[in-house]
């Protein structure tokens, strides 16, 4: 008999901000596992028709609704998700553009990870009682938490020490336009695990492998064109962050800002290989908020521990910010990460991860728009085009990813194939 198994193949909603540890719900497609070691993938009719009755069937959100914004759902409610996405993203601008700032002054970026992960961990926990309870198990297996250990050092202690370091050395715009070449770089990591077929001859394929250098094109011009170094007046050296608060010389600027872009982009690396192992991990553990509340509060452990070794304690940095000001700071990060966290989630279930991630442009361009007005940080023409060029690879791979025939079965559907299934093992038994 035929073995089909799924894969999880995650084009997730980006971070809404640094703080947004834990977990990041992603994209399940379809693939079919065949006793010769091929692998199928199902055809958008295949997927529905075809389910299998003998195998395993795990997916993250079942009830996605196939038809965006179609007829499943009443205007009030796709007006609500619209805005919400768009109020997630300039939420998550806000936050970034009123850290750069302060980690300019000298808080310590480990010590705002490991605090605002805790604060993270303690208020989405009531998320994951509220609607997860249910799906806890009864016993963690050995290799489930390690699962938890890699997916907290991966995704809190570097992706956002990593991610704070760069917008420190760079700019917030940067760090903002950066996550967006993460479902590239997810393509990327799948196919070569092999959790996704490539078939050259595909069009989706080579469309996707188009868009994902077109990512990397844009975001390489994007930091290089508005680098310190640049001679246009409208960004000049004593403007960016690292120069106007130091006082460091060009060619110091200058290596600062390459270093800055070269830990963003490590980030949004580390965070893509994050991504599939958090795919991996939900087909056993299917909770995101719980996932989210587990991995921050390790994360926040792992991240305080990483300091103690570093520097050898656990430091705030500089004394010219107030205490209470970091943990007010902190407080606020968190607080808005996990009710971001808990909408975007509640909007995959209804529309699906696709939709949810084409609104992630918007938390670059809101914060462009910010770092403009408060921070007099102004993007070139050329970093600008990068960024455009960016925006465009990142659609087509997401465009490529949605017309695969990627058709998540409805919450109704699934309870009728496992009763199917149900049925079809118990009736060889009782016969």
């Not at 430091?315 to 968190?334: D, N, R």
């Not at 990142?394 to 559907?413: D, F, H, M, R």
């Amino acid at each position: 008999m035929n073995e089909y198994t799924e894969g999880y193949l995650p084009y997730p909603p980006l971070p809404s901000s640094p703080l947004s540890g834990g977990a990041i719900v992603g994209l399940p497609t379809r693939r079919r596992s065949l006793p010769g070691g091929s692998a199928h993938r199902d055809s958008p009719r295949e997927a529905r028709n075809n389910i299998p009755g003998g195998g395993s069937f795990a997916f993250a959100f079942a009830s996605a609704s196939p038809s965006p914004f179609g007829s499943g759902c009443g205007f009030l409610e796709d007006s609500l998700i619209i805005c919400g996405l768009v109020a997630v993203q300039l939420i998550g601008a806000a936050y970034m553009v009123l850290l750069a700032p302060i980690l300019s002054l000298g808080l310590n970026p480990l010590f705002l990870v490991a605090f605002g992960s805790l604060a993270t961990s303690v208020f989405t926990f009531p998320f994951a009682v509220a609607f997860e309870k249910k799906k806890w198990p009864s016993r963690i297996s050995p290799m489930l938490m390690a699962q938890f250990a890699l997916l907290a050092l991966g995704g809190v202690t570097a992706f956002q020490g990593l991610m704070l370091l760069g917008m420190k050395k760079t700019s917030p715009a940067i760090a903002a336009a950066m996550p967006n070449l993460a479902p590239g770089f997810i393509f990327v990591i799948a196919a070569c695990l092999r959790f996704e077929k490539v078939d050259m001859k595909c069009l989706y394929t080579r469309v996707k492998i188009l868009g994902t250098l077109l990512c990397l094109g844009g975001a390489i011009t994007m930091s290089f064109l508005q680098s310190p170094s640049s001679t246009s007046p409208v960004h000049a050296a004593p403007r960016s962050p690292v120069a106007s608060s130091s006082g460091l010389a060009p060619q110091t600027v200058y290596h600062e800002w390459v270093v800055g872009c070269g830990c963003l982009l490590a980030a949004v690396l580390v965070v893509s290989c994050n991504t599939v192992l958090q795919a991996a991990t939900m087909v056993h553990f299917p909770a995101p908020f719980t996932l989210c509340a587990v991995t921050s509060m390790i994360g926040a452990v792992l991240t305080a521990i990483a300091q103690i070794i570093s520097e050898g304690r656990i430091e705030m940095g500089s004394p010219v910010i107030s205490l209470t000001s970091v943990v007010a700071l902190i407080l606020l990060g968190s607080m808005m990460s996990s009710v971001c966290v808990a909408f975007q989630t509640w909007a995959v279930k209804r529309k699906g991860p696709v939709i949810v991630s084409m609104f992630s442009p918007t938390q670059t361009v809101g914060t462009a728009i910010l770092s403009a007005i408060f921070l007099g940080q102004v993007i070139q023409p050329g970093s600008l085009a990068g960024i455009l060029v960016l925006f465009f690879g990142l659609y087509i791979v997401l465009w490529a990813k949605k017309k695969e025939g990627l058709l998540l079965p409805t919450s109704e559907e699934t309870s009728t194939v496992l009763t199917q299934q149900t049925e079809d093992i118990e009736k060889p038994l009782l016969s």
